[in-house]
């Protein structure tokens, strides 16, 4: 079963800090654009001022993906209204969206605010898990992340990502411990564990992945030091 089986029009991407949730809601609009869908993406992160969706602005307009990153540090996020800009999310049923939360329960903050509006829609909420992170690399510390977001976003989760790496230096090992953690954590949440992402330069590196219980999502960088696509 692909990923794309069963694809709600909004998906809200969120996770521990450094997780690489951004990276994959990137990597996951570009998987939307090239099936043929009309996206927009909307940089929902009101807590870390880097490695997010608008540092990758400019290249996702030129695939054709409309972004729109929100000055909420300027603004009163109490209020309950929705900036016209967000507004369009929920508006414009002909376009698939998603939203590029920040980590942690701080970054949901902004999910509850709109819990009302998110609630009217059939949507996706991923909740994305790497292994190599402090406090994510094990059941328990991952479950005490995943209550402190869903407190927060007063949303619900419906599915895992397993982004397990290691940077450069990812290898079989660092692969097959990451599934192993996403699949005793989908047990214990009962939810699926939608995929597992691993970078094009890890699969040229590797040369054969692994066997995976879950789908492979390749993915490649788009934020962060030295990105110039």
């Not at 993406?41 to 009101?46: P, Q, R, S, V």
């Amino acid at each position: 079963m692909s990923m794309l089986d069963g694809l709600k029009r909004i998906t809200i991407v969120t996770g521990h800090f450094g997780s690489g949730k951004t990276e994959f809601a990137l990597n996951y609009a570009l998987k939307l654009r090239e099936a043929g869908k009309d996206v927009l993406m909307i940089d929902f992160d009101i807590v870390n001022p880097y490695y997010r969706t608008k540092d990758a602005e400019e290249f996702l307009k030129s695939r054709g993906i409309e972004v729109i990153a929100p000055g909420f540090a300027n603004s009163n996020i109490e209020t309950p209204t929705l900036p016209p800009e967000i507004m369009r999310a929920f508006d414009d049923k002909s376009k698939y969206i998603i939203f590029d939360a920040g980590g942690d329960d701080d970054g949901a903050v902004p999910l509850g605010v709109y819990r009302e509006h998110f609630a009217r829609e059939d949507y996706d909420m991923f909740f994305v898990l790497n292994e190599r992170r402090m406090l994510t690399q094990d059941v328990d510390g991952a479950f005490e992340i995943f209550s402190d977001i869903l407190g927060a976003s007063r949303l619900e989760f419906t599915g895992i990502v397993n982004n397990t790496h290691l940077m450069g230096y990812t290898d079989e090992g660092v692969i097959l411990r990451g599934e192993k953690l996403a699949e005793e954590f989908s047990k214990k949440v009962g939810l699926p564990l939608v995929c597992t992402c691993v970078s094009r330069s890890t699969i040229e590196k590797i040369g054969e992945l692994p066997k995976l219980k879950s789908e492979v999502f390749p993915i490649d960088l788009f934020v962060g030091p030295g990105f110039s696509k």
